[in-house]
């Protein structure tokens, strides 16, 4: 395996009351833009609402390492910043994965002659 740093995904599966799903997304909403913007490492994050339980929530996030998510996660500003999302779930799991392979739509330019 190459010492390049490797990108990473992380998965958070939570489940979140119906009664509490206006103040998870606000929450969402407030600190969105913050972690996009501001937190090192950070590529891009995703929230997603099961099609078949409402409760069910995906919340998928990139990073440049999982090291540089790791950092994020362990400082007292994610644990403030993320207090008001944590307040409103009532399970939760987390998995890491390393960015092996990734395949996009050719465009014309890259698609072979």
């Known amino acids: 395996m190459s010492n390049e740093p490797t990108r990473a995904r992380v998965v958070f599966?939570?489940?979140?009351?119906?009664?509490?799903?206006?103040?998870?997304?606000?929450?969402?909403?407030?600190?969105?833009?913050?972690?996009?913007?501001?937190?090192?490492?950070?590529?891009?994050?995703?929230?997603?609402?099961?099609?078949?339980?409402?409760?069910?929530?995906?919340?998928?996030?990139?990073?440049e390492t999982l090291a540089a998510f790791e950092a994020w996660e362990s400082s007292p500003d994610h644990r403030e910043l993320v207090r008001p999302l944590a307040q409103c779930i009532t399970e939760r799991r987390s998995l890491r994965f390393l960015i092996h392979k990734e395949t996009r739509r050719r465009t014309p330019a890259t698609s072979p002659t």
Request: net charge negative; hydrophobic share 35%; glycine share 8%.
């Open 13 to 63: 599966m939570v489940r979140v009351p119906l009664d509490r799903t206006g103040a998870f997304l606000e929450g969402y909403e407030k600190i969105r833009y913050s972690v996009a913007e501001g937190v090192p490492g950070h590529l891009l994050d995703q929230v997603c609402r099961s099609d078949d339980d409402p409760e069910q929530w995906l919340i998928t996030s990139e990073w």
